[in-house]
């Protein structure tokens, strides 16, 4: 059974940071693509990162200089470190492995 389990969501002011992480398990992580998704309220789902086995990295324009993919093969795991966050930032992220998406997880920036 496939789980891809996103964690470290929260509140934070504009300016501040969070890093989110996603747990994964049924699949070989390990030459997965990885990526980050992200959902506004009344907007369609956006790719925000994501990671290659290889760890390369592609951002959308709009995080670039602020957010930071990686993984740990050995846990499994898929990071999303979030610096200097911004009121659009707001949004229920997801974890995808370019088949099966996580449940989300909420980060609120307040401005």
């Known amino acids: 059974q496939v789980r891809l389990v996103e964690s470290g969501g929260g509140l934070v002011e504009a300016g501040g940071s969070l890093r989110l992480s996603c747990a994964a398990s049924g699949i070989r992580f390990s030459i997965n693509t990885m990526g980050w998704y992200r959902q506004a309220p009344g907007k369609q789902r956006e790719l925000v990162a994501t990671?290659?086995?290889?760890?390369?990295?592609n951002y959308a324009d709009s995080v670039k200089g602020r957010f930071t993919i990686s993984r740990d093969n050995v846990k499994s795991t898929v990071y999303l470190q979030m610096n200097s966050l911004k009121p659009e930032d707001t949004a229920v992220y997801y974890c995808?492995?370019?088949?099966?998406w996580g449940q989300g997880t909420q980060v609120t920036v307040s401005s």
């Open positions: 990671i290659t086995m290889t760890r390369s990295t």
């Open positions: 995808n492995n370019q088949i099966y």
